[in-house]
């Protein structure tokens, strides 16, 4: 089959054209932005990409064509593909049928989390022997790409019969108002927190609530959903319906951790201790994402502690607290925090790690859609109490709100910036030996993390 898919260059949909180039399907695709790094790493798989949506592409005659979410109508080459009946399907009904169809689907779910959670499961059933195939919207940096169809054992490729996929509750298409995660069919689900997010899609928090309850209604009688016992929002979810085993994770829940004084844990189900996680990660969000990965492991046959040893070796996930070098005694890392609860987490966590003697200089900018909107900006000054100095960039006055102001409550240790350029400089002038520089941003923040290297190396 040849598929041409309209948005590939985003991480789902990019994942999705390596899924189906390594299933033997003929992949083409087109973006708005066809650039490096997703550009070359597609390139390389000998697909080939079209710069834009001119209505001309048709002419490559393919049996179907794959819509992302970020395709709206009103685009050229959509508007072709109606006007001439020509087929299509959204991406996440795609994978559905043509890759998760006879798997054994573990998805992973919640506003929090996700990634790395689905790389901690992939990681562990990779241990295991499983050699799962996986669709992750990251890097885990333990296998180097971001999907597979399946992997190897013993030098050989298998077809394995195990998948992972990050289940994502933003809209599936233009056509397809649903979430995402309600195309995969999971036998294992994890829902690890749910909190209101994607302004920009859902009117309040009930909304997405109906939403995670699409996903429990899709998961079978033998299947389990992994979940946060400590949410109240799952709570809520659960009491619509349940029709399959549940298992809880947290304070007064099946599953149970007990943090030692060095970030390892020990890991209890059902009142006993049945592990011990000793790893290089710290954060109590990244123990509880292991709990949930190590009772979603347990259900297709991982012994608890052989996924806790497993988590030895996890190496997690680029653009999650990754170092981006170091300059001067002055560090900078790369993270995707981009709402105020992951960035409290971000920060809290790096605190922990650190401790008081050293300071932290948090940059952010809150290009996700329900921070532009403003949804979350009061909420913004709180979740950077852990750092010393704090410097935000972006310009949202089109959309009735000023980052200065909403950052105004935490005084002169935090300012903003439009200039890319000015905010380097400030953050380059204001830092000293001994610093840890934290970038956090879902974009690319028009490469500020090579920029601060490089002036602090002036």
Request: charged share 20%; with cysteine; hydrophobic share 45%.
């Amino acid at each position: 089959m040849h598929i041409h898919i309209l948005g590939i260059c985003g991480t789902f949909m990019g994942g999705l054209a390596v899924l189906a180039k390594e299933a033997g399907h003929k992949v083409t695709g087109c973006d708005s932005n066809v650039y490096p790094p997703m550009s070359t790493q597609l390139e390389s798989q000998g697909i080939e990409l079209i710069q834009g949506f001119d209505p001309e592409q048709t002419k490559l005659n393919p049996d179907l064509y794959v819509i992302g979410n970020v395709v709206s109508r009103g685009n050229p080459l959509v508007e072709e593909i109606l006007n001439r009946s020509l087929p299509y399907v959204s991406g996440p009904q795609w994978i559905g049928e043509h890759i998760l169809r006879n798997r054994w689907v573990l998805a992973v779910a919640g506003t929090h989390g996700k990634t790395t959670t689905s790389a901690m499961l992939a990681w562990i059933l990779e241990d295991a022997g499983y050699a799962p195939g996986f669709l992750i919207g990251g890097v885990p940096m333990n296998f180097g790409i971001s999907a597979r169809l399946s992997g190897m054992i013993d030098g050989k490729s298998v077809d394995s019969d195990f998948f992972i996929i990050e289940a994502d509750e933003y809209d599936t298409a233009f056509f397809d108002k649903r979430s995402k995660f309600v195309h995969y069919h999971a036998k294992t689900a994890i829902m690890n927190n749910l909190e209101y997010d994607h302004a920009d899609i859902f009117p309040d928090l009930h909304a997405i609530e109906t939403q995670f309850h699409h996903l429990v209604r899709t998961v079978p009688g033998i299947g389990r959903l992994v979940f946060n016992g400590d949410e109240a929002s799952l709570q809520r979810v659960l009491a619509r319906g349940c029709w399959s085993e549940k298992e809880s994770f947290g304070q007064d829940a099946d599953w149970q951790l007990q943090e030692q004084v060095d970030g390892n844990f020990d890991v209890f189900f059902n009142g006993k201790q049945e592990g011990h996680v000793a790893w290089a990660l710290t954060g109590k969000h990244n123990r509880s994402n292991a709990l949930a990965a190590i009772a979603a492991a347990r259900h297709v046959g991982v012994p608890i502690a052989q996924a806790c040893a497993a988590l030895a070796t996890f190496e997690s996930v680029k653009r999650r607290m990754e170092v981006r070098g170091v300059v001067n005694n002055i560090t900078v890392y790369d993270d995707f925090a981009h709402h105020p609860t992951a960035i409290a987490t971000t920060v809290g966590g790096l605190r922990q790690k650190i401790g008081s003697s050293a300071r932290i200089l948090a940059v952010l900018e809150p290009r996700s859609n329900t921070m532009k909107l403003g949804a979350m900006k009061d909420a913004l000054p709180g979740s950077l109490k852990d750092a010393d100095l704090v410097f935000g960039f972006g310009s949202h006055a089109a959309l009735g709100w000023s980052l200065g102001d909403a950052l105004a409550p935490l005084g002169k240790m935090a300012s903003a910036y439009e200039d890319i350029d000015a905010l380097v400089a400030a953050v380059a002038a204001s830092a000293r030996p001994g610093d840890q520089i934290v970038v956090m941003s879902n974009g690319g923040f028009g490469g500020v993390h090579q920029k601060l290297l490089e002036a602090l190396g002036r």
